[in-house]
Nanobody, 125 residues
């Protein structure tokens, strides 16, 4: 199985930026759609953004459109999430994993491995 390690979170003011990274180890994930998900306290984990295996196609949830950019470097087995114009409602623990199209949107594909520990993002008002 793949081990996923997220990093780059922190405390930032409204309007600030952060860049998250997710490094996979154990085997290459270059053939999978990969995605970012987040979970705020008391809420279910939700889809944020996904990028196709070749990096050419991306999709993201409406609430982050125009502010977040997902990308990947298959040579480094690493996924990124550039987050700009952050809002307090973006505060959550962010996780990466493989993603799959579930018809009505995107969900997680746990076939490559379990969730990592996530990285905390906190946006102050």
């Amino acid at each position: 199985q793949v081990q996923l390690v997220e990093s780059g979170g922190g405390l930032v003011q409204t309007g600030g930026s952060l860049r998250l990274s997710c490094t996979a180890s154990g085997r290459a994930v270059g053939s999978y759609n990969m995605g970012w998900f987040r979970q705020a306290p008391g809420k279910e984990r939700e889809f944020v953004a996904t990028v196709a295996w070749d990096g050419r196609t991306t999709s993201d949830t409406d609430s982050v459109k125009g502010r977040f950019t997902i990308s990947r470097d298959n040579a480094k087995n690493t996924l990124y999430l550039q987050m700009d114009s952050l809002k307090p409602e973006d505060s959550a623990v962010y996780y990466c994993n493989a993603a799959r199209n579930v018809g009505t949107g995107w969900g997680v594909n746990l076939s490559i491995g379990p969730w990592g520990q996530g990285t905390q993002v906190t946006v102050s008002p």
